[in-house]
């Protein structure tokens, strides 16, 4: 009986031990969430003084200038917004982090990519930290690429979010048939002041 009883325990621990290893294959990456960096600047943005101008360029020909109000910040940033998540464990799945040091630039550059691109549109999320011990890390540049391609036509996104300054939206379509469009939409806040 008492055979019985350890082969048993035996059994029901290392049946626990596998469930362990597999849990932690499948436990959640911790991704910084580009998401909420952006978020917290639009935040501040809305409550903020600043003059907001917007500059669209429409393949380098024809530009336009125009003021943004405050509560149209959120609705000028919406492509930056709806980005997926990255703390979500389930998008956190779908992306891989890759790490590195510039030398020249002096920053830490964490970048976020799909495992299988075919089946998200942002094909990158980066993120570019100045690193500093006395004061702590400082993210300066989120940068983002969506690509959207299928037979209706080809869109691609190019987007910067400088923190605390402006962004910029680089923006390339095709439809089928015609030719390629490029728009360049940059928007600036407190770019003067830093």
């Not at 910040?73 to 464990?89: G, H, M, N, V, Y």
């Not at 891989?96 to 920053?107: A, Q, V, W």
Request: with cysteine.
């Amino acid at each position: 009986m008492k055979t019985y009883c350890v082969l048993f325990l035996l059994v029901a621990f290392s049946i626990s031990s596998c469930k362990d290893k597999e849990e932690d294959k499948t436990a959640p990456k911790n991704f910084i969430s580009v998401l909420s960096l952006i978020e917290g600047q639009v935040k501040h943005i809305d409550t903020s003084l600043y003059a907001i101008t917007k500059v669209v360029f429409i393949d380098s020909l024809h530009s336009d200038t125009t003021y943004i109000r405050r509560e149209d910040f959120r609705e000028t940033a919406k492509d930056f917004l709806d980005i997926p998540d990255l703390s979500a464990k389930k998008v956190a799945k779908l992306y891989k982090e890759e790490n590195r040091y510039d030398d020249l630039l002096n920053r830490v550059i964490i970048s976020y990519t799909p495992i299988d691109e075919k089946k998200v549109e942002i094909k990158k999320q980066e993120l570019q930290v100045t690193p500093n011990i006395a004061t702590g890390d400082k993210v300066n540049n989120i940068m983002i690429t969506r690509v959207i391609s299928n037979r209706d036509g080809f869109l691609k996104q190019d987007m910067l979010w400088q923190m605390d300054k402006s962004f910029l939206i680089t923006t390339t379509t095709q439809q089928p048939g015609q030719p390629e469009k490029i728009i360049i939409t940059k928007v600036t806040w407190n770019e003067g002041f830093q």
